[in-house]
């Protein structure tokens, strides 16, 4: 599965920046914060949209700083992989506001699952918590799974 990070504003003009990815074969998981837009997002040059809201938090690392934010959670991360395992994409595109930390961390997690290997150079940024939470669902994934369905029925 080819993976590609991508900004609000990339999003908005996709077709200028990966015109040999889009189509039925390629699907997007849209993030924005809670309340907000995602962008203009042309669903008509996907085979879906996955869109998510959630703040571009770590509370590993916030010291306390989010309270009051809505992470990423379970049911989000549930909508991830049954998004993924329901399209087989040939490509998927993740955006956020800024391509940089939400949108890597989804990325980062799928390309490691999916893909093996190692980090790509323009993921550096990536936001942990978000990338160990996506990890730690795909570590027992599994449609019949127990430890799957306890994540999800638990948390």
Request: proline share 3%; net charge negative.
């Amino acid at each position: 599965m080819n993976i590609h990070t991508l900004s609000r504003a990339n999003v908005e003009n996709i077709t200028d920046h990966y015109p040999n990815f889009i189509g039925d074969d390629s699907i997007l998981i849209s993030i924005g914060n809670p309340g907000q837009s995602t962008g203009d997002v042309d669903e008509s040059l996907f085979g879906d949209v996955l869109y998510l809201y959630f703040h571009d938090a770590d509370p590993n690392v916030s010291h306390g700083q989010v309270k009051g934010m809505n992470l990423l959670d379970n049911g989000q991360v549930k909508s991830v992989i049954n998004f993924i395992q329901d399209h087989d994409p040939d490509t998927l595109f993740v955006q956020c506001q800024a391509g940089q930390s939400r949108s890597c961390g989804i990325a980062y997690a799928l390309h490691q699952h999916f893909n093996g290997g190692d980090l790509k150079d323009n993921w550096q940024n990536y936001n942990r918590f978000v990338a160990e939470k996506v990890k730690e669902a795909l570590r027992g994934y599994s449609k019949d799974s127990e430890y799957y369905n306890d994540i999800f029925n638990n948390g």
